[in-house]
């Protein structure tokens, strides 16, 4: 799960440095956003089922509950007062559902 972590860590970065060139308020933003969630989010269940090397689906699921509930109880954490609430609503599902897929595509691919 630490593994998984680092590259949350990374998303957080990445999001910090397109939200610097661009303004939060925008469209485009915003989808970008959204996006870097599901690619980062994927890639940190791939990398958690990876380190773990047993039980990787559940091991992915724990990031994904784990980061979701970072998400929607830590709002300074994860989003700037700018984002909408349901914004975060979608982050918090994206960040729940899609540490799985990265934990079932490391199960398969070993």
């Known amino acids: 799960m630490l593994g998984g972590i ?3 860590g990374l998303f957080a970065l990445t999001r910090g440095v397109v939200f610097i060139v661009v303004p939060v308020q925008s469209v ?7 996006l ?3 690619i980062y ?4 269940g791939y990398v958690a089922a990876h380190v773990a090397r ?3 689906v559940n091991h992915a ?3 994904g509950v784990c980061t979701a509930l970072v998400v929607l109880f830590v709002p300074a954490l994860a989003a700037s007062a700018a984002e909408p609430v349901w914004y975060r ?3 918090a599902l994206i960040f729940a559902s899609a540490p799985i897929l990265g934990g079932r595509l490391r199960a398969v691919t070993r």
Do not use: D, M, N, S
């Open 61 to 63: 699921l724990a990031l």
């Open 41 to 44: 989010a994927t890639l940190g």
């Open 6 to 8: 680092v590259v949350f």
């Open 89 to 91: 609503i979608i982050l």
């Open 36 to 38: 870097l969630a599901v």
């Open 28 to 34: 485009g933003t915003t989808a970008l956003g959204l």
């Open 54 to 56: 047993r039980a990787e």
